[in-house]
Each structure stands twice: as structure tokens, then as C-alpha cells.
T-cell receptor, first 114, second 113 residues
Framework: GNSVTQMEGPVTLSEEAFLTINCTYT??????LFWYVQYPGEGLQLLLK?????DKGSNKGFEATYRKETTSFHLEKGSVQVSDSAVYFC?????????????FGRGTSLIVHP | DAGVIQSPRHEVTEMGQEVTLRCKPI?????LFWYRQTMMRGLELLIY????????DSGMPEDRFSAKMPNASFSTLKIQPSEPRDSAVYFC???????????FGDGTRLSIL
């Protein structure tokens, strides 16, 4: 079946540090890939997505590139802020009309210190 | 615009009681998802609907759980009878299309004593 594996957290960084959160997936065919962010006490929010190989999704300074050859979709940000502290979820699924069941990773907690 | 609205935000009840969680998706969205989140298992898809029809309920843990979507603007997740191991945060999400949940509610934190 389909699955998503994320690096375990927490990831602890100082403000303005470079962020990478690793994500790899297993799926047949060509799913779409997503990153979600969850702030304390809230639901998940869609952060960015990529629908085909070599696509780069980006939003709010975060970016991730769909790498089919390594089945990866690592999340990066050049300079993190305290307000980025949250839990980040990698997920795979389908575009509108697709047949993939949405599948989420376990989440990676990010803590950014001033 | 109103997002996905869930109620109640918190529920504390004794085991054996019936629990009903409610969700109002974003207007115009035709897919609705119910998820359960725990520290042990992470985020689990319980069931999802498309155009009010259940498409996949393989994640529903057992017969004590049931979900309905009587119309495009309302869904319920019911647990009867509830057990302590059902304690979790339950999220509802909706989207336009069948692929992926786009918008999540703030969740219902359920505690079964």
C-alpha cells in the first residue's frame, strides 16, 4: 500500500537557521504530494503541493520539490522564524478526480528558538 | 469566509455513552473527510464522502463507529458505546474534488473516562 515516511522530531533550530524536513513516499503510479502545517490547537492547513515529477511547490518561504527518482519531497526554508514553530505533515494523494486515498506521515515537530 | 466548522470543540464523557461529533464543510465542497489524531498512531483517515456518498470507510475502527452525511452541508461521526481508547482529537476536512483534504476544522478533543 501507499505510505509516507518523515524524519522524527522534534527539530530544534535557532531563528534564521536553514530548515530541512525529510519526506519519502511509497506509492504505485504518480500521486500528488503535499505538505501541511498544524499550529497548536488547530487543524491542519495545506502549505504547498506538487502534482508531478520535478514540480516545485512553494508558499510562505517554504518549498519542496517532487523527486520521482528518489521518491522524496523534502521541505525546506532558508530562514526560519519563531512563528514557524508547528508540526509539519507530509502527505500523498490525488488531484481532483484521482483515486489515491489521502495518506499522511506521522508529522515532524519544529521548534524555533529566538 | 467560514471554514470547516466542527462541534463540539471539547467533549468529556464516561465510557459507554453515545458520542456525536458534527461537521459543517465549506460551502461548495463536495468531498468530506473524518480523521482521528493520537500520539500513538498519528493521523488516521476514518472515512471519506464524495457527493454525500461514503467512498471509503476502511479506516473506521469497528462497528461502534458510524458516519453519515445526510446532505452537502452536514456530517456526523457517532461512537456508540464509547470506550477510553477512543480518546483522541477528531478532525473533519473538506475539499472540492476527490483527491485530498484542503481545509481542516479545528477538531473535537474527545476524552472518554
Amino acid at each position: 500500500g501507499n505510505s509516507v515516511t518523515q524524519m522524527e522530531g522534534p527539530v530544534t533550530l535557532s531563528e534564521e537557521a536553514f530548515l530541512t524536513i525529510n519526506c519519502t513516499y511509497t506509492a504505485t503510479g504518480y500521486p500528488s504530494l503535499f505538505w501541511y502545517v498544524q499550529y497548536p490547537g488547530e487543524g491542519l492547513q495545506l502549505l504547498l503541493k506538487a502534482t508531478k515529477a520535478d514540480d516545485k511547490g512553494s508558499n510562505k518561504g517554504f518549498e519542496a520539490t517532487y523527486r520521482k527518482e528518489t521518491t522524496s519531497f523534502h521541505l525546506e526554508k532558508g530562514s526560519v522564524q519563531v512563528s514557524d514553530s508547528a508540526v509539519y505533515f507530509c502527505a500523498l494523494g490525488g488531484p481532483s478526480g484521482g483515486s489515491y486515498i489521502p495518506t499522511f506521515g506521522r508529522g515532524t515537530s519544529l521548534i524555533v528558538h529566538p | 469566509d467560514a471554514g470547516v466548522i466542527q462541534s463540539p470543540r471539547h467533549e468529556v464523557t464516561e465510557m459507554g455513552q453515545e458520542v456525536t461529533l458534527r461537521c459543517k464543510p465549506i460551502s461548495g465542497h463536495n468531498s468530506l473527510f473524518w480523521y482521528r489524531q493520537t500520539m500513538m498512531r498519528g493521523l488516521e483517515l476514518l472515512i471519506y464522502f464524495n457527493n454525500n456518498v461514503p467512498i471509503d470507510d476502511s479506516g473506521m475502527p469497528e462497528d461502534r463507529f458510524s458516519a453519515k452525511m445526510p446532505n452537502a452541508s452536514f456530517s456526523t461521526l457517532k461512537i456508540q458505546p464509547s470506550e477510553p481508547r477512543d480518546s483522541a482529537v477528531y478532525f473533519c476536512a473538506s475539499s472540492s474534488g476527490t483527491g485530498q483534504p484542503q481545509h481542516f476544522g479545528d477538531g473535537t478533543r474527545l476524552s472518554i473516562l
